[in-house]
């Protein structure tokens, strides 16, 4: 497997979490966003969207590429179901998917870098926005994850919504966004970052990662 993608993209960390809690090998590919190669052939013909992470796999043969994070975890789940990352009851997968997608398409797609440049090509303040959806969406995950975390966001098992929320965070913090506010999402964060598979996955730890 390759992953294309970059080490400062928060849906590329998640993805990256996923492979190394499920102990996978995967070929790392950086793709720039800060050069804009996510625009540019040869990335555009895996992605027409111009997104990062792209999963690279090989399925009897043919060479496929499967893009947007939580496709890519579902991918995972159902074709290496060891070491899941979702709960084996149908309503407790339920609610991790419900944590994860509190993130995906509630917090993330207002501080991707298309967004931001955009905003701001209209005469908006873009740290203002970012840092408006980045905490009033960190309050709902809060909210909605305290009737059942545990160890981690769901529970004692790591799992997707550990995935998405650790990659929220570390955006949160570039974006200046207040994460004390929410002791549920660092306490479980600070738990995450101990573990080996974490730290491998942290952007920090990327072969392009800049200082
Ligand atoms: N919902 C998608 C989001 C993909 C996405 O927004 N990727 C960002 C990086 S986190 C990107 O490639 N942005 C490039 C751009 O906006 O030009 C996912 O979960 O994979």
Same mark, same amino acid.
């Given at each position: 497997m390759k992953l294309y993608n970059y080490w400062r993209s928060s849906s590329s960390y998640r993805v990256r979490l996923a492979l190394h809690y499920k102990q996978l090998a995967y070929e790392y590919v950086p793709v720039s966003l800060i050069k804009g190669e996510q625009h540019q052939e040869p990335h555009r013909a895996k992605s027409p969207a111009g997104y990062v992470p792209v999963l690279e796999v090989e399925e009897r043969g043919v060479i496929a590429h499967v893009s947007q994070s939580i496709a890519i975890f579902e991918y995972l789940e159902e074709r290496y179901p060891e070491r899941p990352l979702l709960p084996r009851s149908f309503v407790q997968r339920g609610h991790v998917r419900a944590l994860a997608e509190l993130v995906n398409? %509630?917090?993330q797609p207002f501080h991707n870098l298309s967004t931001l440049n955009h905003v701001k090509s209209i005469g908006g303040d873009e740290k203002k926005w970012a840092a408006h959806f980045i905490d009033q969406g960190l309050a709902a995950l809060e909210k909605q994850a305290k009737a059942h975390a545990g160890v981690f966001l769901f529970g004692d098992t790591f799992s997707w919504a550990d995935c998405c929320l650790l990659p929220q965070l570390f955006g949160a913090r570039r974006f200046g %966004?207040?994460?004390?506010?929410?002791p549920l999402l660092t306490r479980v964060e600070q738990t995450c970052l101990e573990l080996p598979f974490v730290k491998a996955a942290r952007p920090e730890a990327q072969p392009d990662a800049q200082p």
């Open positions: 398409s %509630g917090i %966004g207040n994460v004390d506010a929410f």
